[in-house]
């Protein structure tokens, strides 16, 4: 009976030992830490086999409690003597196959690196304005000086100034949103943050090229988190098609968006709130003055941008200081054209009042005082400070008021959003019938409520779920392409509009749920994605290289995609390519009435 009795301890203490094994293994993976974490974790693991093999086992049981609370203390230890180092991102993920001719550049002279299939140069970290650090915090960008040498633009700057998760909160994201997390020993590092971010990026076809159509994409997160090297809306897919892709950093959150009187009088400009939208400016502007040089024609340029991106190339059509920098626009899930912008807008008085508020929360009465505290000490003010504002210098009104008066920087635009752009925002925040009425009734007041509850009732959690989500995307994505389609109608724009619903293993229609497709970047071994996915992808891609090219996405063996004639006709990208009706057009005849959008700013007939 001992006998047995000690076989079974036996065994419950290696499957024990088992189970803290692949635990500690999965922190160490998740958790980016480095080979010394791994090393030191077998190390003790099998000191610990050894001491149970030495009598452990025949010890008292506050005797083994304490070996393992003293294993578990050794763990912590490695956890914190393995902490994965902070790294830049290599321009190009694995292999290279070398690097590419010198270009020269206004500052200087640069190398880039060549993928390892030889088909695409990338140039990475280009600074194309001095840091904005100390006293160029809070001021417009200042044109970058020259370098001496040969740059090596072989790895991405770091990502402008904002908080950052830990890295196994990342990698649990990664794998529950969008279930494609690589186990890999090559990554454990975490990528830079910091106010010295206002560097570009270029993707280009490798070669001598001369004369492409050139991309400039401006990447989302609310204007408070993002970097230009996720790979979704990497320019790769593009370049390889003909494309030259040029994407940057820029400030972002409070860095990017702080707003003070006292700013504004110091401003040669009188201008405060909009150093984000600045950098945007001056990178477009570094591109116009320096991308011959890797090919591209700076009188064919192409501005884009997602979820808050977006929202900037809105800003950026009726903006002066970009007039003449771009040709075309596309916008994804997001634009500020709406008369009363849900997100990523909001008026002068606003800002300086948070401003204000800012100031006040560090006791601090002046602008110095504030420049004199740390970048990590303001980093936590990011979701006070992530609007642009009218501060009659970039935006001397709303981009609804400028469209009012034909005022306006492009000459055709493609944009468009996706079934569930709603689904990761309100993803702990569900509807159900307890609380859905109650939800719509505090976003909205009367009579407009009712209007939508009697449009959109309930009569199950599944509808109230369903209606809320609906309605979330609508007001906070969609609409705004409603409003921005039919300003373009007025100036006589041609704009293309896109429906994304395709489901897949990955994000599916969520919120940039269609960038891996759009820029051509599905890998090719993914089994999360079907060959009806690499379908349409390649449609997509087909429709935005025209678009890029000649302001025309349509092409030969693709289905007609025809301007918008005000009637809300969408073009479906999903099992089927195919013209559809909008979705919330009733809804949107609703918001019209609420947020006051004027019909005199849309062609006769159309309401």
């Not at 925002?425 to 569900?430: G, P, R």
Request: charged content about 20%.
């Amino acid at each position: 009976m001992a006998k047995q009795e000690k076989e079974s301890q036996g065994r419950l203490w290696r499957v024990l030992l088992g189970v803290v094994l692949v635990l500690m293994f999965a922190v160490l993976e998740l958790g980016k830490h480095t080979l010394l974490g791994w090393t030191l974790t077998i190390a003790a693991l099998a000191g610990f086999a050894l001491l149970r093999g030495e009598g452990l086992a025949r010890s008292g049981r506050w005797v083994r409690f304490a070996a393992w609370c003293g294993l578990l203390l050794v763990f912590a230890g490695i956890l914190w003597i393995s902490w994965p180092p902070v790294r830049p991102v290599p321009a190009v993920a694995g292999k290279t196959v070398g690097v590419t001719e010198v270009i020269h550049v206004a500052q200087g002279d640069l190398t880039g690196v060549v993928t390892a299939d030889g088909q695409v140069e990338v140039y990475a970290g280009i600074p194309y304005a001095q840091p904005p650090v100390g006293e160029l915090r809070w001021r417009e960008p200042q044109p970058a000086g020259a370098w001496e040498g040969i740059l090596a633009a072989d790895h991405f700057a770091p990502m402008s100034m904002q908080t950052t998760n830990l890295p196994i909160y990342d990698s649990l994201a990664q794998i529950i949103g969008y279930h494609d997390y690589t186990i890999s020993l090559s990554d454990n590092y975490r990528s830079p943050v910091s106010e010295d971010s206002l560097y570009l990026n270029i993707w280009k076809p490798a070669g001598d090229v001369s004369g492409l159509p050139v991309l400039v994409y401006i990447h989302g997160g609310s204007l408070q988190t993002g970097q230009p090297w996720y790979g979704d809306y990497s320019g790769e897919g593009l370049a390889r098609d003909g494309v030259i892709v040029v994407n940057m950093g820029y400030r972002l959150g409070i860095f990017g968006f702080f707003a003070d009187e006292a700013l504004a009088a110091e401003s040669p400009n009188g201008t405060t709130g909009n150093y984000g939208l600045l950098d945007q400016i001056m990178a477009i502007e570094w591109v116009r003055d320096n991308i011959e040089a890797f090919g591209g024609d700076p009188d064919n340029v192409t501005l884009a941008g997602e979820s808050a991106g977006s929202a900037c190339v809105t800003a950026l059509c009726t903006s002066p200081l970009a007039k003449g920098l771009f040709r075309r626009a596309v916008g994804e899930s997001s634009t500020v054209t709406a008369p009363s912008p849900e997100h990523s807008f909001r008026t002068m008085e606003e800002a300086l009042e948070t401003g204000r508020a800012t100031k006040a929360k560090y006791a601090v009465e002046s602008i110095d005082e504030l420049r004199a505290l740390s970048a990590e000490q303001l980093v936590g003010e990011l979701s006070r400070h992530h609007h642009m504002t009218v501060d009659g210098y970039v935006l001397p009104q709303t981009p609804y008021e400028a469209y009012a008066q034909g005022t306006h920087n492009e000459e055709a635009q493609l944009h468009g959003f996706n079934r569930e752009e709603s689904a990761p925002f309100i993803l702990f925040d569900q509807a159900n019938m307890k609380n859905y009425e109650g939800k719509v009734r505090a976003a909205f007041e009367e009579p407009y409520a009712s209007q939508i509850l009697a449009l959109y009732p309930a009569t199950t959690d599944a509808e109230a779920r369903r209606n809320w989500a609906d309605i979330y995307t609508a007001v906070l994505f969609t609409y705004g392409h409603w409003c921005w389609e039919r300003q373009a109608l007025a100036s006589g724009i041609p704009t293309y509009v896109y429906y994304f619903t395709k489901d897949n293993g990955r994000l599916g229609v969520w919120h940039s749920g269609e960038e891996i497709y759009l820029y051509g970047n599905i890998p090719e071994k993914s089994k999360l994605f079907t060959d009806s996915d690499r379908t349409l992808s390649d449609a997509m891609k087909r429709y935005y290289l025209n678009f890029i090219c000649t302001g025309d996405p349509n092409g030969e063996g693709l289905p007609q995609w025809s301007a918008s004639a005000g009637e809300g006709q969408l073009l479906e990208w999903g099992e089927r390519i195919e013209s559809v009706t909008a979705p919330y057009m009733e809804l949107y005849a609703i918001l019209d009435e609420m947020y006051g959008y004027d019909p005199s700013t849309t062609p006769a007939g159309l309401n």
